[in-house]
């Protein structure tokens, strides 16, 4: 029982925490120190995760069927709680003061629920881990704002979330009735009795690809399970809810909506993709993604052209951003496990979502920096392009931060996006040798990439260029949040560092991308003469309890 | 199976045609009962009962999302007077 | 080379500059003193690195480096391919004389703007100083990447220069110009990843490693690595991005726009450099790395070239607004330029680089004219003001000088060029001195022309502003900001240092020469080393009996040089005895023979 | 050799030295006495080219006596004198990439060259140029004695003048030639554009200089069709080729031609097919040469800018446009005479086009009134003489034509300028007459020049028109002869038209001028210099022989033509080889020439002079009579209008058409480009209507074709 604990470690902290932070909420005079007891708690995760990997360094523990930790996990959590604290902080000023104990509860359980989806070794805990993700957030919406877009964002969001999480459990049971056993990996060797396998990997692997691949209810699951997860991710055919989504909500949730969904997804995308092995080269689901991660670019891009309200701006790039991430993913990790992220897909893919997740985030604390005169006495936060306008002559340190971000969005050079257009763009290059088949299509696939770079570069722009140009319109105050100005501060930082000093990000981001590859380790397992003492007293544990 | 793929047919069907959102919440939890009834069957296939168990689990979230859903509905109606899922047209574009 | 990473305090100086600058706020005086400290200091730093240059001009020959700094800048040798991406500066024949031009316009240009920029004095000149780093960058960059986030870099400080503080629809020209400059390196982009992934496959003193290394690039090509349909793409994707930069005839549009919003600085600085970066980068990247490509494209790029030239020097003759009409006379100059480049000889090699030094110096004066001009009397229109030799002699002067040295009169720096880009392009099709190049007498005719149709539309601009009666737009000069009737003392000191510099290179260009033609040798060896293989290949085909004749050919060719290879060809038809034989040139022979 | 290199340098440097300091100088201290300094820099480069000279003829009369035996082989003193002497590098040309290293030959240097030739230009030159320095500091003082505006800039541009003309004539290479063909097209351009108010003056400078810069277009094809060829453009070395090619299958020994030839090409060269190379282009390269020289010396079809260039301030039009500049064209085709001696089409062209524009300028000559205008023509038409004489083959003839021709143009030029600035500035000779009382001196030093002009016997222009005449009979085309006849009559007859309407009959004065005063001294004194040497230049070139000859003593062929012999004797010696038969210039029995050329001058004279000083009425009715053929004539054949109408105006509109296309035709596409992403975004965004049932239908929609396609797999 104590290896379960140790593994779940910073999670049980955040439970303990969000729980404790509910409490707060209740009284008047401690609900103010809700954020302060929130970021202690994050925190504590943070350094639990730090030391569950050092003491794993590198290689795979199974405490329970359906739980693992490995390099990946380390590397999801660590972003995740970074990214957590930034939100909390950024959070201080939005909810009302009597609702902020359970404003702040439900931020730390959506951040459990992303760290559970990275451990989760077993259909059902994904699938709870998903659910634990977005459920806290139909209500975050409802609460972040008091107008009428809130509750009708909120709304929306749930019907549709709800629709799309029976579409993503459906694609799971059909993939369950295809393998017969819900865990994905197993660290065991012994089928528990003829015929079953312990998990999908080692059924997958039993047979020969092809005829795996082309099992008809292991695609039906897939593409199911594919178009739920898409909708987190917000790509093509499950877009539509994202920009009254974000438009509704408030900055600060919105930037957390923009991250914590789309890496949930990303993650249980990679769980499933590693399931088959990345043999996806000459099965349909290839162009299935294909055609996925093309419309979401160009699709994304295109109606971010036509906006003029920044929020459903950003809401449509954040939708063409999933089309580079799935780009990536599609790359897959590259046969030969490459060493640098330029060679290995989901190595990029990991190595952009953390430093997108800082740029959104940037991006919308901005916003909700600046303030505008609202319709009732509260100010609110800056929406449309003209409350932007000339923000760059008073307030020149905030517009330089959205200038960071915005570029780091467009992938210009000096910014992390740059490196992670750059590793995307390469590693899908690279793929075109693993995967000749596929060699055309991912080259015109790297060049609707590239021009549509170009067309984002266009509305990125316009950000820009109303902050810079426009005569200040006089109305646009700033807000004194203090946390606020420390998050967005951090943001603008970790996007100028993503660029000079990448080298730390891109080491884990290759660990931990390389843990992805080698999932389908059915066969390799840990032997008693493995060199720590720990993970070997796991194992036994592992196969001991079965 | 084909009975789970006809419930949770019937249940998209309901979520797409009825404008009122309790009748969309209602078709939203009769897909969740599809997908439980498909997982039963997937389980007698391989006649492991960890079919089953995901079948508690989904019913559990199921109860989960009905809860959070009135509230919401419930807010949804205070706020507009009508359970008309159309009238929430405000953004768009 | 050098123990002081020289080159590295270049770069950063400007870079520093700018953030001080905009980090405090002085007034706008002290700013301006400032700005132009910085720019006298990184002029400063580079004339030693001249200094250093100058000593070790020996061991430039066949392409060598001088003052190189390589650091690694991200580098995970985790799995089979480490990552190495460089930071690698270096400076040869090529780039040393354009980073003269361009420390020497840029303080120029900003002391210039002294008087033109009344707003936003802070982020005007940090701007300026990042442009100015920026440039300096892409030239001595050694590493793919570097130079392409230069590359790339230089487009951020001129949008917002054009978009600030530029003339009445500013935002479009500088929309515009962003987003075909941007969409244009887009691909580039992709040819660079493509390129660096290629890189990877090249065998350097053992280890492959994925890095974006010229050297290693450049060995790329020795070890057959591209085949010619995929440098024939490289060669697309990279022109794409390089002919919008250098306004080649169809992708010229920005241009003009972008020159009359831009502020005076900003337009000096985007005709004498940025648009060298284009050129720069053909010559650096194209034609060396995609030889074959080149070589297969040399008439399509010479055709472009040519229409360019001509339709350039045409369009520029019916402008009404001066800086307009000058902006097409880069287009045409630059259509040279071009022509030199693609005619695979020395003469055309060296042509095309001086040209673009000499362009820059011409064309950033006659920029700096038009702001004075349009500075005292708010106009750019011909036909608003006339007769101005009366009222600014000296002005004048300084007018009709650099419209000479533009046009190519024979003692300035312009003819020296020129004459070498067109005879260059003249010879380029004979074949006994080394290997003939794509263009023939065919382009240099027409382009000839581009010389005629220069001094038509120069001197109609020159006619039309200087002589004629008096004609001043209403209120005569406005003498704001210590603006007197002619040219002020601050001026005249900002345009004499170039016309010196015209008159030099006009009169006694040799030591710019000498330091380019090393390093224009090695380019142009690998030009003819691919030349030889396609030579073979056609002469291959009339074999019959391929092994007999092998084993003759390879006796042969370890005893000919070069040159007879051509009485070979010459006489294999005459002679009886001689039957058409072919010197067969094995990849490793071509080693030999560099 | 040393001393002479020296000498060499210091002939250009002196009048370029003189413009700088006026140039820095001048603006602010020595307002109007700047002068000095370019009469001093004129002065001293004139001494120096008189020492050259002297040099020069003591070298030639050294081998000579050294190699009286031999027929004037040059020995090792003139042979020197072909060499080039290299300055310094200029740039590079070709470097054989093999080598990697650059070898010497792949340099071009800045070379110079001094030989008969050269001095003989040299002289010319710069002794108008000094009579025309001193006239001008006279010239260019309005009424009342001080300086007009714009003095010190005249006389900085006349040195910049010097210099480049003494660049083009000490030219060791082509390369240095174009330098100076430019460099004297740019000062042109300056000083026809000195009076800048006057809208004409900059529209006349800005055509000179586009004519010029269209002769200097064809010229530098020439010059990049040589280097192409010969891969050297030193003159010597060029010439020597082009000999050795044509005198080959004549049987000489050609070791030294081979030698030279793997020496310049390069050990491989074949010589067989460099030979058949050189020939066929050989005629090409004349052509294109004689394209620049027709450009500079305003010949036939780009003689337009030489009339207009009248707007310029007189002095400018006796130096550049009576001695100096135009005579640049006649220097180049003597100077590569051995290029055009070697193909027959080119000089048969050169003599038709000289020819035609004699002809066809003194028609128009006659008709005209501005007096610098009928000056100008007569210059046109002067020159086509010596084309003409160039044409067909009297190489030495014609030089010497252009040196008698310089001192008398100038000395009309110079007087029509004192004329000018005696009537204020009115120069149409139907508002004054009888001008003789008035300014004696002028009228006197007029009067000998449009004399010699006319070609009256004993005077120096009679000599050398008649040479060319002579050869003209003597060349395989006669009727180029006639026209020569035919033309110097109507010289002599619109030269004293002019003279008889200008300076005899009744004393009439255009309004406001009281009387008409003549210049000052610094004005009168280069005018009589002048006027004495129209008349005794011609004496050079004819040596006195007791018996026969003209008139008794003359005989044509004087010490001018052995002084130039070495010069064109590779160009005699192939045309010798081609048959024509007209070797020397003129020989015994030529005298009936001379008295028939004599006697059709001075009835030219008397007819004009009666006409115009009796009966002015009769030319105004034959005027009227010939009706359209007049008109016809007087506008100049209207060339003027027909080029407008044939180049410039279509290429404006082409270039309007560029800047159309530029603006919408791209800019569209651009434009097109750009919005595709908003097209694509407007499609889709119907889809956002705001209903969540339309979103989830869409949603469906989507995944359920996703599925689809993936099962019945596309891929």
Not at chain 3, 333 to 356: P, Q
Not at chain 3, 403 to 412: K, N
Not at chain 4, 675 to 702: E, H, K, T
């Amino acid at each position: 029982m104590s290896a379960i604990v140790e593994l779940l470690l910073p999670e049980i902290l955040l439970c303990v925490g969000a729980i404790g932070v509910l409490f707060l909420g209740l009284s008047k005079e401690f609900s103010s120190r809700a954020v302060v007891w929130s970021v202690l708690f994050l925190a504590g995760a943070m350094f639990a995760t730090y030391k569950l990997a050092i003491a794993a360094n590198g290689d795979e523990v199974f405490a329970v069927a359906s739980l693992h930790t490995g390099p990946l996990t380390h590397y999801v959590r660590m972003i995740a709680f970074a990214i957590g604290i930034l939100v909390v902080l950024a959070c201080k000023h939005v909810p009302e003061a009597e609702e902020r104990g359970e404003f702040f509860s439900l931020i730390l359980f959506s951040f459990v629920g992303l760290s559970l989806t990275a451990i989760a070794n077993d259909l059902v805990l994904l699938f709870l881990a998903l659910e634990l993700v977005s459920v806290p957030t139909y209500i975050l919406i409802g609460l972040s704002r008091r107008d009428i877009r809130a509750q009708e964002a909120a709304g929306k969001y749930f019907f549709l979330g709800a629709f799309a999480a029976a579409l993503t459990l459906y694609g799971f049971s059909f993939i369950y009735g295809a393998a017969g056993t819900m865990t994905i990996f197993s660290a065991g060797t012994v089928p528990f009795q003829q015929g079953a396998y312990h998990s999908i990997a080692e059924w997958f692997a039993a047979g020969n690809v092809y005829d795996r691949m082309h099992d008809p209810l292991l695609i039906v699951g897939f593409m199911l399970s594919l178009g739920g997860l898409a909708f987190k991710l917000a790509a093509v055919p499950l877009h539509y809810y994202v920009a009254d989504v974000y438009q509704g909500a408030a900055s600060p949730i919105t930037g957390m909506l923009g991250f914590v969904p789309k890496f949930a997804g990303l993650i249980a995308i990679m769980h499933l993709l590693s399931i088959v092995q990345w043999q996806i080269a000459d099965s349909s689901v290839y162009w299935g993604i294909w055609i996925i991660a093309a419309a979401t670019m160009t699709i994304g891009n295109s109606l971010a052209f036509m906006q003029y309200n920044v929020k459903r701006m950003l809401a449509y790039s954040s939708v063409a951003h999933s089309g580079y991430l799935l780009m990536a993913l599609l790359a897959g990790p590259g046969a030969s496990g490459a060493g640098s992220p330029l060679r290995n897909g989901v190595a990029a893919m990991l190595f952009y979502i953390a430093i997108y997740g800082a740029m959104n985030l940037g991006a919308f604390l901005v916003l909700s920096w600046f303030r505008k005169p609202g319709t009732d006495d509260s100010d609110e936060s800056a929406e449309m392009l003209e409350d932007l306008a000339g923000a760059a002559r008073r307030h020149p340190w905030a517009s330089l931060a959205l200038a960071v971000c915005i570029l780091g969005l467009m992938g210009f050079p000096l910014t992390g996006g740059f490196l992670g257009k750059l590793y995307i763009f390469s590693s899908v290059l690279s793929a075109t040798a693993d995967m000749q088949a596929h060699q055309t299509s991912l080259i015109v696939l790297v060049v609707i990439g590239a021009i549509n770079a170009a067309v984002g570069a266009a509305y990125y722009l316009r950000i820009i260029a109303s902050c810079y140009w426009r005569e200040p319109s006089g109305k646009v105050t700033t807000s004194t949040c203090m946390g606020l100005r420390v998050a967005l501060a951090v943001c603008a930082i970790v996007v100028v560092l993503g660029f000079a000093w990448p080298g730390q990000l891109i080491r884990h981001s290759v660990t931990a991308a390389k843990e992805g590859i080698d999932y389908p380790r059915v066969m390799r397992f840990h032997t008693a003469d493995s060199h720590s003492s720990h993970p070997a007293e796991s194992v036994d544990l592992a196969r001991g309890r079965r | 199976m084909l009975v789970g793929a006809l419930i949770f047919g019937l249940g998209v069907i309901g979520f797409l045609a009825r404008r009122n959102m309790i009748v969309m919440f209602l078709s939203t939890e009769i897909m969740f009962q599809g997908v439980l009834v498909n997982l039963v069957a997937m389980g007698l296939l391989h006649g492991n009962i960890q079919g089953q168990a995901m079948g508690l689990f989904v019913l559990v979230i199921a109860a989960v999302e009905a809860g959070l859903g009135l509230a919401i509905v419930v807010m949804m109606y205070r706020r507009r007077g009508t359970l008309d899922a159309e009238s929430w047209r405000t953004m768009r574009g | 080379m050098s123990s002081m990473p020289l080159l590295s305090i270049l770069l950063a100086t400007p870079v520093f500059g700018a953030i001080v600058i905009f980090a405090t706020n002085w007034d706008p005086a002290t700013i301006r003193r400032f700005a132009l400290g910085m720019s006298v200091v990184t002029l400063a730093v580079a004339v030693c690195a001249l200094a250093v240059f100058m000593q070790h001009t020996g061991d430039l020959s066949s392409g060598g480096q001088l003052l190189t700094e390589s650091h690694s800048w991200v580098s995970s040798d985790g799995a089979a391919i480490p990552l190495r991406l460089g930071y690698k500066l270096g400076l040869d024949g090529i780039s040393m004389p354009l980073m003269l031009m361009t420390l020497l316009l840029t303080p120029l240009a900003i002391w210039a703007s002294f008087t033109s920029i009344q707003s936003r004095h802070r982020e005007y000149y940090a701007l300026m100083l990042l442009l100015f780093g920026a440039m300096l960058g892409v030239f001595c960059a050694r590493d793919l990447l570097l130079f392409y986030v230069c590359f790339e870099f230089t487009l951020i400080p001129l949008y917002f220069l054009i978009g600030i503080w530029g003339g009445s629809e500013r935002q479009k020209a500088a929309n515009m110009f962003f987003l075909y400059t941007l969409a244009g390196s887009m691909l580039t982009f992709a040819g660079v990843l493509y390129l660096g992934w290629k890189a990877s496959s090249v065998v350097h003193d053992g280890a492959r490693a994925f890095t974006f290394d010229f050297d290693i690039i450049y060995m790329l090509h020795a070890q057959g690595g591209l085949s010619a349909t995929e440098q024939w793409w490289l060669f697309v994707a990279f022109f794409a991005g390089f002919a919008i930069k250098v306004p080649l005839f169809p992708f010229h549009t920005w241009l003009p726009l972008a020159h009359v919003e831009a502020p005076t600085a900003g337009s000096v600085i985007l005709a004498a450099v940025l648009l060298k970066l284009g050129t720069y980068g053909f010559l650096r990247v194209s034609m060396p790395v995609f030889p074959n490509a080149a070589i297969e494209l040399g008439p399509v790029m010479g055709v472009l070239a040519v229409v360019g030239v001509v339709y350039g020097a045409l369009a520029a003759w019916v402008q009404t607004d001066v800086k307009r009409l000058v902006a097409y006379s880069s287009v045409s100059h630059l259509g040279f330029c071009l022509l030199g480049m693609f005619c695979m000889k020395m003469a055309g090699l060296t042509g095309s680089v001086l040209y673009m030094v000499n362009h820059g110096l011409s064309t950033g004066a006659l920029f700096l004219i038009v702001g004075m001009i349009y500075e005292r009397y708010h106009t750019r229109e011909m036909d608003q003001i006339g007769g101005l030799a009366r009222k600014m002699p000296i002005m004048a002067f300084f007018l009709v000088f650099f419209t000479m040295s533009s046009i190519g009169l024979p003692g300035l720096n312009g003819f020296v060029s020129e004459f070498l880009v067109l005879i260059g392009t003249f010879i380029s099709g004979r074949t006994d001195s080394g290997m003939a190049g794509p263009l023939g007498v065919g382009y240099a005719i027409p382009a000839a022309t581009g010389i005629l149709l220069g001094a038509i539309y120069m001197l109609y601009m020159v006619r039309r502003v200087l002589f004629g009666p008096v004609k001043e737009p209403g209120h005569g000069y406005d003498s704001s900001g210590g603006l007197t009737q002619d040219l002020t003392r601050r001026e005249v000191s900002i345009l004499a240092p170039i016309a010196l510099a015209c008159i030099f290179l006009g009169v006694y260009p040799k030591p710019v020469i000498d330091w380019m033609e090393p390093s224009l040798s090695p380019v142009l060896e690998r030009v003819a080393n691919v030349h030889m293989e396609d030579w073979h290949r056609a002469t291959a085909g009339v074999e019959s009996d391929d092994a007999a004749y092998s084993a003759l050919a390879v006796t042969l060719a370890d005893s000919a040089d070069r040159s007879t290879l051509d009485i070979v060809r010459r006489d294999g038809e005459a002679a009886p005895l001689a039957a058409p034989i072919a010197i067969h040139m094995k990849p490793d022979d071509s080693e030999a023979l560099r | 050799m040393e001393n002479l290199k020296t000498l060499a340098i210091l002939i250009p440097i002196l009048p370029l030295l003189g413009m700088l300091l006026v140039g820095a100088v001048g603006l602010r201290f020595l307002k109007d006495k700047s002068h000095w300094l370019v009469i001093t820099g004129v002065g001293g480069s004139l001494v120096l080219a008189c020492l050259i000279l002297g040099d020069v003829v003591s070298r030639v009369s050294r081998d000579e006596a050294a190699s009286h035996v031999a027929n004037a082989e040059s020995a090792v003193g003139s042979a020197a004198l072909s060499k080039s002497i290299p300055i310094y590098d200029w740039f590079v040309v070709e470097a054989d990439p093999a080598h990697g290293a650059m070898q010497s030959a792949g340099w071009l240097q800045m070379t110079f060259r001094v030989d008969q030739l050269t001095c003989v230009m040299l002289m010319t030159v710069l002794a108008v140029s000094f009579m025309v320095v001193l006239y001008s500091k006279g010239y260019m003082r309005d009424h009342h004695g001080h300086a007009e505006r714009g003095y010190e800039r005249f006389f900085a541009f006349l040195g910049l003048f010097v210099f480049s003309m003494c660049m083009l004539v000490l030219a060791g290479n082509f390369l240095v030639l174009y330098l100076g063909w430019e460099l004297v097209g740019l000062s042109s351009y300056l000083l026809i554009g000195h009076y800048y108010q006057k809208p004409e003056a900059a529209l006349a400078a800005r055509k000179a200089f586009i004519v010029n810069r269209i002769g200097d277009f064809g010229f530098a094809l020439g010059i990049w069709l040589i280097y192409l060829t010969f891969r050297t453009l030193d003159h010597q070395t060029v010439f020597d080729l082009v000999a050795g090619v044509f005198n080959y299958d004549a049987g000489h020994n050609h070791q030294a031609f081979e030698s030279l030839v793997h020496t310049t090409l390069g050990a491989q060269a074949s010589v067989m097919d460099f030979k058949v190379l050189v020939e066929s282009r050989i005629t090409w390269i004349a052509l294109l040469l004689f394209c620049g020289a027709m450009g500079k010396s305003a010949q036939f079809p780009l003689h337009v800018w030489l009339p207009d260039a009248m707007e310029g301030p007189t002095p400018v039009s006796a130096l550049i446009h009576a001695a100096t500049m135009v005579t640049a064209g006649v220097y180049l085709v003597a100077r590569c005479s051995v290029i055009f001696a070697s193909s027959e089409i080119a000089m048969w062209f050169v003599a038709a086009i000289g020819a035609a524009t004699a002809f066809f300028a003194a028609t128009i000559a006659m008709t005209q009134f501005d007096m610098k205008r009928i000056l100008a023509y007569s210059t046109l038409s002067q020159l086509g003489y010596m084309f003409m004489g160039l044409g067909v083959g009297a190489f030495d003839s014609s030089v010497f034509h252009l040196y008698t021709h310089a001192f008398f143009k100038a000395c009309l030029f110079l007087g029509a300028g004192s004329v000018m600035h005696a009537m204020g500035g009115v120069i149409d000779i139907r508002r004054f007459s009888g001008l003789r009382k008035q300014m004696p001196v002028t009228h006197l030093t007029f009067l000998i020049a449009s004399l010699a002009l006319a070609g009256f016997p004993l005077l120096s222009a009679f000599w050398s028109k008649d040479e060319i005449i002579h050869a003209a009979f003597q060349s395989n085309v006669p009727m180029f002869g006639w026209i020569g006849l035919v033309t110097a009559l109507l010289t002599a007859f619109y030269t004293f038209r002019m003279v008889a309407m200008a300076f005899w009959g009744p004393l009439r004065l255009p309004q406001g001028v009281e009387h008409a005063h003549e210049g000052g001294i610094w004005m009168n004194g280069p005018l009589v210099f002048l006027s004495i040497g129209a008349v005794l230049a011609g004496y050079v070139g004819v040596h006195f022989v007791s018996g026969g000859g003209f008139l008794g003593v003359f005989q044509p062929d004087g010490v001018f033509h052995e002084f130039l012999a070495p010069v064109i004797a590779s160009a005699k010696g192939i045309l010798a080889g081609h048959g024509a038969e007209h070797a020397g210039a003129a020989h015994a029995g030529g005298h009936g020439l001379m008295y028939a050329s004599s006697g059709i001058a001075i009835l030219g004279i008397l007819s004009a002079s009666y006409l115009y000083l009796k009966r002015p009425t009769i030319p105004w009715a034959i005027a009227a009579a010939s009706g359209s053929l007049y008109r016809l004539v007087y506008n100049k054949y209207y060339v003027d209008e027909i080029y407008d109408a044939v180049f410039v105006q279509p290429l404006r509109r082409m270039g309007r058409l560029c800047f159309a296309i530029d603006r919408n035709f791209i800019n569209a596409i651009l434009y097109v480009l750009g919005n595709i992403p908003r097209a694509i975004g407007f499609g889709v965004r119907s889809g956002q209507q705001g209903a969540m049932q339309g979103y989830a239908l869409g949603m469906v929609i989507g995944l359920v074709a996703l599925i689809w396609i993936v099962l019945n797999g596309i891929g």
